[in-house]
């Protein structure tokens, strides 16, 4: 018998979540779903295949690897990979028909050279940094970059991006930024156009700057977080569906009396008689040590504290609080039960962490089940 700790995907949240980002960003933009990092924990091969079927015009992902893993698999749809092109990946490039984002002439050069030798012109997006200090071409060297660029004739510059550092925050000095970052964004697009380039995708705006309708005038959006359900920011409200839970059974139910201590360190001692579930999900499976004595879980429709520190496959949580609990009952760890649920901004928030991070530190080892698939 398999260990009872899955990660459940609603598929049908994730389609639910796709349409409000086509609602919430006129439908004739293009959309490039991100699905790096295992689509966010979620597991990319399933999550591409049901965008694929929900009408989805790019993928986006992290590297290389990523977008070989979703072409083995049989992902068709044109696959955007936003790390950038690394030595002796050329190849790979060619071979599973990616576009790379570019934001270094080296890079440009080498691929040119490839696609030359191959005898095949190769589509590009060109990144820009208009202030999130990361990857891109800032703005003063634009100018030099876009002339190199027309030497690169085997490679078709099909799309500018940037990335914003802070839309998520609605304060007036972070909006103040993001709109300079897309007015910014909007001169070079300009700038770059008057040299000759024409792409035929221009994009900024991630979940935030979707909810936010930050910028109507590009022609492609690029979300992420809220495709698997959850605002970028507890700040913006959006009618979104989690897509994940993470959920357990109890593997071991005892009544400890008054002053006995659970787990390593003993930083948790009963003040009463007590009844401490085991769990078999721990820090090796993404449910981070930060959650000892702090986090809690579901079962029966109400809350059970974690009590003592997270082990690295086990998890203890005090129960005596609720009535009839079993061996093998349901626990909910991330999702609802009932009229309770455990948000993935909950958890963040006690790991001082964001959501992203909760989503993607998922182990491996946790299975993935897939539900209401179309
Ligand atoms: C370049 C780029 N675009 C878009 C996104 C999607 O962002 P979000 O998940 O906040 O929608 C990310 C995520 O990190 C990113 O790195």
Known sequence: MQRPTVAEI???????????????????????????????????????????????????????????????????????????IFHNQEDDFIKYDLIPVIFDMESARSLNARAAQNGIRLKVHVKL???????GILPGDVEAFFSSMKDCHQLQVDG?????????????????????????????VKKITEMGFSPSCLHLANSAAIIRTLDPSFNLVRPGIMLYGISPSPALHVDLKPVLSLKTKIIALKKITKGCSISYRRTFISGRESMIATLPIGYADGYSRQFSNRAAVVIHGRRAPVAGVVCMDMTMVDVTDIPAVNLHDEVVLLGSQGSQSISAHELAEIAHSIPYEILCGISSRVPRQYLNGS
């Open 160 to 188: 500018l991006l940037t990335h914003l550092a802070i839309a998520d925050a609605i304060d007036d000095t972070a909006t103040s930024f993001t709109c300079g970052q897309i007015d910014a964004f909007t001169s070079l």
């Open 10 to 84: 609603d598929l049908s949240a994730l389609r639910y979540n796709y349409h409000q980002v086509r609602k919430l960003s006129d439908s004739s933009r293009k959309f490039l779903a991100i699905v790096k990092a295992n689509a966010y924990g979620h597991g990319a091969v399933r999550i591409s295949q049901e965008l694929e079927k929900c009408g989805v015009d790019f993928l986006g992902v992290a590297m290389c690897e990523e977008a070989a893993e979703l072409r083995k698999a049989g992902i068709n749809s044109s696959i955007l990979v936003m790390g950038g």
């Open 129 to 135: 940094d208009t202030g999130m200090g990361r990857i």
